[in-house]
C-alpha cells in the first residue's frame, strides 16, 4: 500500500512523517482568547494541525431531560444532560473563521468535525482542508455522504464502531467518490484505559480496508500515541488544554503543552529510529567491524611449528584470518617465526 493524501500544505501517508493533531474541543472554557492561546501552544509544541468541534446544542442533541438524554454511561460526565454538557462544551461558530486564520498564520492547517448537515455547510464555505467524523457520528451515514461528496479528506474515528460500521462508512465515502479517507482507531473511554486500547488494530485496519490508519488518543500520557507511530499510525490525534486543573468537560484527559511537546519530539525520534528495511551498515558500523573477532597467534611461534587450540585463538580485533577458517588452520604448520600478537594470515600458513 503506498496511499497518500493531502490535507492543505502538508502530505499524510506512506512515506510522510505522522500528522499530528492538538484537538482544541471544549478545552477553550468559552473564552476566545484561551482558544488561541491554545492554538499557539500546539504550533509551539510542534503540531501540525488544530481542530475545532461546529456543532452547537440544538444541532447535536434536543433541550430535553427525560431518561434517554442523561448521561448515565459511567462517564466523567454523568449527572447532566447532552443539551447541558453541550452548552459547555461547544465552539461558538463565529470564532471559528477567526481561529482558523490564526492557526494557518502559525503554520498550522485547521479543520474541524461537523456534526450535522449545517456545520458541513459552513465549514465548506470557510474551506477547510479536511473534515473529522467523531466516532458517535460513524453511523450517521447521510452525514458521511454529504462530506464525501464534497472531496476533501475525511477522517473516520472508530471508537464505538462495530466492524460492520466501519465497513458501511468507508463503503459510504468510497461509494460517493471519495478515497481520500483516514481511519483513526480510538478508545472511547475518558481517559482510556491502556489495556483497552489494541493498538494492533492500526496496521490491521490498513491491510483490512486499504486505507491511512492512525490513533484518536485519549489516553492519558505519551506511550500509546508513539507505540502507534511504531505501529504504523500516520496521524495522531490529542487533546490539548493549557493546563488540567483548569476543568472543562474534556480537562482532565488532555494534554498540556510540555507534555504535548514530549509526546511530538518522541514520535519525531521514533520515526528517525524506524528508518527502512535495508541490511546495509553504515560507515561507521563498517570501521565498527574492525573491533570484531578473527584469529590470532597467541603465544611466540618457530617456524614449522603446528598451529594449535594453545596458540590460536579467535579474539578482538578483526585483522587476522575469518574465525570460519579455524578449524582448516588447525594442524597446519608455521612458513617462518611468529610472534605473539600476529593476526593469523594465509602468508604464514604452509
Known amino acids: 500500500m503506498d496511499k497518500k493524501i493531502q490535507i492543505g500544505k502538508r502530505y499524510v501517508g506512506e512515506g510522510e512523517k505522522a500528522f499530528i493533531v492538538a484537538e482544541v474541543s471544549a478545552n477553550h472554557l468559552q473564552d476566545y482568547g484561551r482558544a488561541e492561546a491554545i492554538i499557539k501552544a500546539a504550533a509551539q509544541a510542534g503540531a501540525d494541525a488544530v481542530k475545532l468541534q461546529t456543532y452547537t446544542p440544538d444541532t447535536i442533541t434536543l433541550d430535553c431531560d427525560n431518561d434517554y438524554f442523561q448521561i448515565t454511561q459511567g462517564t466523567i460526565w454523568d449527572g447532566t444532560t447532552l443539551h447541558k454538557l453541550y452548552e459547555e462544551a461547544y465552539t461558538p461558530w463565529e470564532w471559528q473563521p477567526k481561529l482558523m486564520e490564526y492557526a494557518n498564520g502559525l503554520g498550522l492547517e485547521c ?12 465549514m465548506r464555505e470557510m474551506d477547510m482542508p479536511a473534515y473529522k467524523v467523531a466516532s458517535f457520528e460513524i453511523n450517521d451515514i447521510p452525514l458521511i455522504r454529504k462530506i464525501a461528496r464534497i472531496g476533501k479528506p475525511i477522517i473516520l474515528a472508530t ?51 486499504d486505507c ?53 519530539d518522541e514520535i519525531r525520534i521514533v520515526e528517525k529510529a524506524l528508518g527502512k528495511v535495508t541490511y546495509e551498515l553504515t560507515e561507521q558500523q563498517k570501521r565498527s567491524r574492525e573491533d570484531g573477532r578473527s584469529l590470532f597467534v597467541v603465544k611466540d611461534m618457530k617456524e614449522g611449528e603446528a598451529f594449535t587450540e594453545e596458540n590460536v585463538r579467535s579474539i578482538r580485533p578483526a585483522f587476522g584470518l575469518h574465525t570460519m577458517y579455524f578449524d582448516e588452520v588447525m594442524g597446519k604448520k608455521a612458513r617462518r617465526d611468529i610472534s605473539k600478537g600476529t593476526p593469523l594470515d594465509w602468508k604464514l600458513i604452509l
Do not use: W
Request: net charge negative; aromatic share 8%.
Open 111 to 122: 479543520f474541524s468535525s461537523p456534526f450535522d448537515a449545517t456545520a458541513v455547510d459552513f
Open 159 to 209: 471508537g464505538i464502531a462495530y466492524l460492520e460500521d466501519m465497513e458501511r462508512a468507508l463503503r459510504a465515502c468510497r461509494e460517493e467518490g471519495n478515497e481520500q479517507i483516514v481511519l483513526l482507531k480510538c478508545t472511547s473511554a475518558y481517559p482510556s484505559p491502556y489495556e483497552e486500547m489494541n493498538l494492533k488494530v492500526i496496521p490491521n485496519m490498513a491491510h483490512v480496508f
Open 212 to 264: 491511512i490508519t492512525g490513533l484518536s488518543d485519549h489516553s492519558m500520557g505519551t506511550a500509546a500515541a508513539v507505540a502507534s507511530v511504531a505501529l504504523g499510525a500516520k496521524m495522531i490525534e490529542k487533546h490539548l488544554t493549557l493546563s488540567r486543573e483548569d476543568g472543562g468537560p474534556d480537562g482532565a484527559f488532555s494534554m498540556e503543552p510540555d507534555e504535548f511537546k514530549k509526546m511530538v
